[in-house]
Protein backbone atom coordinates (compact mmCIF):
# COMPACT_ATOMS: atom_id res chain seq x y z
CA UNK A 1 0.00 0.00 0.00
CA UNK A 2 2.79 2.28 0.98
CA UNK A 3 4.07 2.24 -3.20
CA UNK A 4 0.29 3.34 -3.53
CA UNK A 5 0.29 6.11 -1.55
CA UNK A 6 3.81 7.32 -2.93
CA UNK A 7 2.37 7.29 -6.49
CA UNK A 8 -1.00 9.06 -6.01
CA UNK A 9 1.19 11.77 -4.25
CA UNK A 10 3.92 11.92 -6.97
CA UNK A 11 1.23 11.91 -9.99
CA UNK A 12 -1.98 14.16 -11.41
CA UNK A 13 -4.98 13.61 -9.73
CA UNK A 14 -7.01 11.11 -12.89
CA UNK A 15 -3.48 9.35 -12.85
CA UNK A 16 -3.61 9.08 -9.14
CA UNK A 17 -7.14 7.74 -9.26
CA UNK A 18 -6.14 5.07 -11.91
CA UNK A 19 -3.04 3.93 -9.36
CA UNK A 20 -5.36 4.08 -6.55
CA UNK A 21 -7.42 0.80 -6.34
CA UNK A 22 -6.31 -1.40 -9.82
CA UNK A 23 -8.68 -4.24 -9.74
CA UNK A 24 -7.29 -7.61 -8.78
CA UNK A 25 -9.67 -9.60 -11.07
CA UNK A 26 -8.73 -13.13 -11.78
CA UNK A 27 -7.92 -13.55 -15.27
CA UNK A 28 -10.78 -16.16 -15.56
CA UNK A 29 -13.68 -13.43 -14.35
CA UNK A 30 -14.67 -11.06 -16.64
CA UNK A 31 -14.30 -7.57 -15.42
CA UNK A 32 -17.74 -6.27 -15.40
CA UNK A 33 -21.09 -8.16 -15.58
CA UNK A 34 -22.67 -9.11 -18.97
CA UNK A 35 -24.75 -5.99 -20.82
CA UNK A 36 -28.26 -6.58 -19.85
CA UNK A 37 -27.54 -9.13 -17.20
CA UNK A 38 -29.59 -8.27 -13.77
CA UNK A 39 -27.78 -7.66 -10.69
CA UNK A 40 -28.84 -9.04 -7.41
CA UNK A 41 -28.57 -7.98 -3.94
CA UNK A 42 -30.15 -7.89 -0.63
CA UNK A 43 -28.49 -5.37 1.88
CA UNK A 44 -29.90 -2.65 4.39
CA UNK A 45 -30.09 0.63 4.31
CA UNK A 46 -28.84 3.13 6.63
CA UNK A 47 -32.32 3.44 8.16
CA UNK A 48 -32.01 -0.48 8.42
CA UNK A 49 -34.92 -0.98 5.83
CA UNK A 50 -33.88 -4.30 4.27
CA UNK A 51 -33.34 -3.33 0.18
CA UNK A 52 -32.99 -5.02 -2.23
CA UNK A 53 -32.42 -4.94 -6.00
CA UNK A 54 -36.07 -4.77 -6.57
CA UNK A 55 -36.60 -2.31 -4.37
CA UNK A 56 -35.13 0.21 -6.41
CA UNK A 57 -37.17 -0.62 -9.86
CA UNK A 58 -38.20 2.15 -11.78
CA UNK A 59 -35.05 3.99 -11.33
CA UNK A 60 -31.65 3.99 -12.84
CA UNK A 61 -28.96 3.33 -10.25
CA UNK A 62 -25.09 4.79 -9.91
CA UNK A 63 -23.60 2.20 -7.79
CA UNK A 64 -20.46 2.83 -6.06
CA UNK A 65 -18.38 -0.01 -3.49
CA UNK A 66 -16.08 1.57 -1.30
CA UNK A 67 -15.73 2.66 2.17
CA UNK A 68 -15.72 6.13 4.18
CA UNK A 69 -11.96 5.51 5.70
CA UNK A 70 -11.25 5.08 1.72
CA UNK A 71 -8.63 7.86 1.96
CA UNK A 72 -8.40 9.15 -1.44
CA UNK A 73 -10.62 7.68 -5.02
CA UNK A 74 -13.94 7.16 -2.88
CA UNK A 75 -14.42 10.46 -1.44
CA UNK A 76 -13.47 11.87 -4.83
CA UNK A 77 -16.06 9.59 -7.00
CA UNK A 78 -18.58 10.55 -4.42
CA UNK A 79 -18.24 14.15 -5.47
CA UNK A 80 -18.19 13.42 -9.32
CA UNK A 81 -21.50 11.83 -8.68
CA UNK A 82 -22.89 14.33 -6.69
CA UNK A 83 -21.80 16.58 -9.42
CA UNK A 84 -23.37 14.77 -12.04
CA UNK A 85 -26.49 14.00 -9.97
CA UNK A 86 -26.65 18.01 -10.25
CA UNK A 87 -26.20 18.42 -14.02
CA UNK A 88 -28.76 16.03 -14.53
CA UNK A 89 -31.23 18.26 -12.77
CA UNK A 90 -34.82 17.31 -13.04
CA UNK A 91 -33.76 13.97 -14.52
CA UNK A 92 -32.10 12.60 -11.17
CA UNK A 93 -35.40 11.96 -10.01
CA UNK A 94 -34.94 9.20 -11.93
CA UNK A 95 -31.74 8.13 -10.56
CA UNK A 96 -30.57 7.01 -7.11
CA UNK A 97 -26.89 6.95 -5.99
CA UNK A 98 -25.79 3.76 -4.32
CA UNK A 99 -22.74 3.33 -1.86
CA UNK A 100 -22.07 -0.11 -0.99
CA UNK A 101 -19.62 -0.23 1.77
CA UNK A 102 -17.20 -3.32 1.89
CA UNK A 103 -16.39 -2.06 5.46
CA UNK A 104 -20.05 -2.82 7.72
CA UNK A 105 -16.91 -3.01 10.76
CA UNK A 106 -16.55 0.54 10.78
CA UNK A 107 -19.23 2.16 7.96
CA UNK A 108 -22.10 1.33 10.76
CA UNK A 109 -25.85 3.19 9.76
CA UNK A 110 -24.55 6.90 11.42
CA UNK A 111 -20.91 6.55 9.96
CA UNK A 112 -22.13 6.09 6.39
CA UNK A 113 -25.09 8.26 6.58
CA UNK A 114 -23.00 11.51 8.01
CA UNK A 115 -20.31 10.59 5.41
CA UNK A 116 -23.23 10.45 2.31
CA UNK A 117 -24.62 13.72 3.16
CA UNK A 118 -21.56 15.10 3.19
CA UNK A 119 -21.45 14.46 -0.72
CA UNK A 120 -25.34 14.15 -1.79
CA UNK A 121 -28.47 13.92 0.76
CA UNK A 122 -29.89 11.97 -2.17
CA UNK A 123 -26.89 9.15 -1.48
CA UNK A 124 -28.24 6.21 0.23
CA UNK A 125 -26.08 3.85 2.22
CA UNK A 126 -26.09 0.33 1.83
CA UNK A 127 -24.59 -2.61 4.11
CA UNK A 128 -25.07 -5.81 5.37
CA UNK A 129 -23.26 -8.96 7.04
CA UNK A 130 -19.71 -9.62 5.61
CA UNK A 131 -21.59 -12.62 3.30
CA UNK A 132 -24.55 -10.28 1.81
CA UNK A 133 -21.93 -7.65 0.73
CA UNK A 134 -19.65 -10.30 -0.50
CA UNK A 135 -22.68 -11.20 -3.02
CA UNK A 136 -23.27 -8.43 -3.77
CA UNK A 137 -19.89 -7.15 -5.07
CA UNK A 138 -20.01 -10.85 -6.64
CA UNK A 139 -22.94 -9.94 -9.15
CA UNK A 140 -21.23 -6.49 -9.86
CA UNK A 141 -17.77 -8.12 -10.48
CA UNK A 142 -16.31 -6.27 -7.77
CA UNK A 143 -12.74 -7.18 -6.06
CA UNK A 144 -12.28 -6.17 -2.19
CA UNK A 145 -9.78 -7.17 -0.29
CA UNK A 146 -8.58 -5.82 3.50
CA UNK A 147 -4.96 -4.85 3.89
CA UNK A 148 -3.97 -4.43 7.19
CA UNK A 149 -1.52 -1.45 8.02
CA UNK A 150 1.66 -1.35 10.43
CA UNK A 151 -0.21 0.89 12.64
CA UNK A 152 -2.99 -1.69 13.58
CA UNK A 153 -5.42 -0.07 11.09
CA UNK A 154 -6.34 -1.55 8.19
CA UNK A 155 -7.23 -0.44 4.39
CA UNK A 156 -9.08 -1.68 0.85
CA UNK A 157 -8.33 -2.56 -1.83
CA UNK A 158 -11.29 -2.52 -4.28
CA UNK A 159 -12.62 -2.05 -7.44
CA UNK A 160 -13.26 1.44 -8.30
CA UNK A 161 -16.18 1.75 -10.95
CA UNK A 162 -19.48 3.31 -11.38
CA UNK A 163 -21.71 0.85 -12.22
CA UNK A 164 -24.89 2.58 -13.89
CA UNK A 165 -27.40 -0.05 -13.86
CA UNK A 166 -31.21 0.25 -15.65
CA UNK A 167 -34.46 1.05 -14.41
CA UNK A 168 -35.13 -2.70 -14.48
CA UNK A 169 -32.51 -3.84 -12.77
CA UNK A 170 -30.05 -4.95 -15.50
CA UNK A 171 -26.29 -3.42 -15.91
CA UNK A 172 -26.23 -1.02 -18.22
CA UNK A 173 -22.38 0.46 -18.60
CA UNK A 174 -19.21 0.97 -16.48
CA UNK A 175 -17.31 4.15 -15.59
CA UNK A 176 -13.78 4.41 -14.18
CA UNK A 177 -13.52 6.44 -10.88
CA UNK A 178 -11.75 8.51 -13.07
CA UNK A 179 -14.50 9.96 -14.99
CA UNK A 180 -16.03 13.05 -14.41
CA UNK A 181 -19.26 14.55 -13.08
CA UNK A 182 -19.84 15.36 -16.95
CA UNK A 183 -18.71 12.12 -18.41
CA UNK A 184 -21.30 10.26 -15.53
CA UNK A 185 -24.29 12.70 -16.26
CA UNK A 186 -23.47 12.00 -20.38
CA UNK A 187 -23.43 8.41 -19.83
CA UNK A 188 -26.39 8.31 -18.20
CA UNK A 189 -28.12 11.18 -20.50
CA UNK A 190 -27.43 9.07 -23.37
CA UNK A 191 -29.14 5.92 -21.64
CA UNK A 192 -32.01 7.53 -20.74
CA UNK A 193 -32.80 9.29 -23.88
CA UNK A 194 -32.36 5.35 -26.09
CA UNK A 195 -35.24 3.78 -23.37
Known sequence: MSKIRFAVAKQDAPAAL?????????????LFPAEGSKLIFALTATDGTAVADQTYRGKWLIVYFGYTY??????????????????????????????????????????????LKSFDPRFVGLTGTHAEIAAAARAFHVFYERNDTNDGSYLFDHSAYIYLVDPDGRFATAIGSQGSSRVISDALSALMAAR
Open 70 to 115: CPDVCPTTLMEIAGALNALGPRADMAQGLFITVDPQRDTAVVLNDY
Open 18 to 30: ALASPPKVPLAQP
